[in-house]
């Protein structure tokens, strides 16, 4: 029997840095590195291409049941696919993460994505980034960082991109290894 590899989830608030240290702990590792937040971008993605009312229940309802969104690992990162078209490079764009705000926190959505995200790290080889990661979604996930920032080194607008520059480690009595980050300036 095979040993099963390690998932790894961080976690913490927006401009902590979980993006560049998800990055670089995964390329490290040799794991897929997966933004939890892509899977929200790519249903409203779907939403915004089939014209469907982000406050239109049966409709998210219908989409979030039937919608396939695969991560596919590429020697140039992973590639987000909805229903087996490439959407990776209009994620990243206003209007999605809008829509996606917008339908994040529906229960109708949000199941369906939480049982997505544990059922592609069920065998581990992965980093998964966003929030409540080690919370909610992985709770049990073999090591988590939870990454925090001073207000002083964020960015005011919250999209400047920082790595934090002192790290502190700290043990669960679980075995679960926990890892607390704070940028300094």
């Known amino acids: 029997m095979s040993k099963r590899e390690l998932i790894v989830a961080i ?4 401009a902590a840095g979980k993006s560049t240290a998800g ?7 040799g794991y897929l590195y997966i933004e939890s937040g892509a899977f929200y971008r790519a249903l409203a993605w779907k939403v915004r291409e089939q014209g469907i009312d982000p406050t239109d229940n049966g409709a998210l309802q219908r989409v979030s049941g039937t919608t396939v ?30 829509i996606a ?5 529906n229960p109708l959505v949000r ?11 069920k065998d581990g080889g992965v980093v998964m980034e966003g929030r409540d990661i080690g919370t909610v979604v992985f709770p049990e996930s073999d090591v988590k960082f939870y990454l925090t920032r001073t207000r ?12 934090p520059k002192a790290w502190t480690w700290s043990c669960k009595p679980r075995l679960t290894r926990s890892w607390h980050a704070t940028a300094r300036t």
């Open 23 to 29: 990055t670089r702990v995964a390329k490290r590792l």
């Open 69 to 98: 969104i695969e991560v596919v690992r590429r020697p140039d990162g992973a590639r987000i696919l909805v229903d087996q078209r490439d959407a990776t490079d209009a994620l990243r764009t206003p209007e999605m993460s809008r």
């Open 11 to 14: 976690d913490g608030p927006s």
């Open 111 to 121: 199941e369906p994505m939480l049982r997505l995200q544990r059922t592609l790290a």
């Open 101 to 105: 705000a917008q339908i994040a926190s």
């Open 152 to 163: 002083r080194y964020a960015g005011s607008d919250g999209t400047r991109s920082c790595a």
